[in-house]
């Protein structure tokens, strides 16, 4: 069994997530909350193996650069149509605030595709591609939770105006959102409150 920690302690107030299995971890998001996730490793004497994007804007992978600084052999995953975000400011949108962000190429990074399955501690986490709020936004499914990135919010979705974004898509990924998953998955988006699929089905207007 998976343990899950959020941590949201930052301006952008983004999400992210720890999942923890014999003293082994697993972060989606790093975002802005590299320090409190560094701090939480060092508190409980846990080993961070690896790293998962839901997808590559800023305010979702800036501290992936402190969680690297010690230890270059973690791995990073993100969605194979995403890679090149991690590169590419005007595609991350560090560019927007005025930086220039850029992963470091000799990082190692594994590509996902829909349907993959990563193995962590011998639990599965499946990789569900989501486009819409970019191109190769994902969802990641371990048992009866949902960690939905910027797609599917608890009362609202993710914008479709930027790079790589598409109104169109983004409703066929919610539809396979409500087609995949049961009613009692809990849902953690990458902004804001989590709950319940059953519970956002009938207050989000976008699921209706």
């Not at 990073?76 to 560019?95: C, G, K, M, T």
């Not at 009866?144 to 919010?153: A, E, K, P, V, Y």
């Amino acid at each position: 069994m998976i343990n899950i920690t959020k941590y949201s302690n930052n301006s952008m107030f983004v999400n992210s997530y720890i999942l923890t299995k014999n003293s082994q971890t697993m972060i989606i998001d790093p975002g802005f909350n590299g320090l409190a996730i560094l701090t939480h490793l060092s508190k409980h004497n846990l080993n961070l193996e690896s790293i998962v994007f839901t997808h590559g804007h800023y305010d979702h992978i800036r501290d992936v650069i402190k969680l690297l600084e010690n230890n270059k052999d973690i791995k990073v995953y993100i969605h194979e149509y995403e890679l090149d975000f991690l590169y590419n400011p005007d595609l991350n949108l560090s560019s927007s605030f005025g930086l220039s962000f850029a992963l470091d190429k000799k990082v190692s990074v594994i590509k996902l595709i829909d349907g993959q399955i990563i193995d962590f501690c011998g639990e599965q986490v499946k990789v569900m591609h989501l486009p819409g709020h970019s191109k190769g936004s994902i969802g990641l499914v371990y048992n009866q939770h949902f960690f939905s990135g910027d797609t599917l919010f608890f009362d609202s979705i993710g914008r479709t105006d930027l790079v790589t974004g598409d109104n169109g898509k983004i409703y066929g990924s919610l539809e396979k959102i409500k087609r995949s998953l049961s009613k009692n998955t809990i849902v953690y988006p990458g902004h804001g409150k989590g709950g319940r699929l059953s519970e956002i089905l009938m207050i989000n207007r976008y699921l209706v």
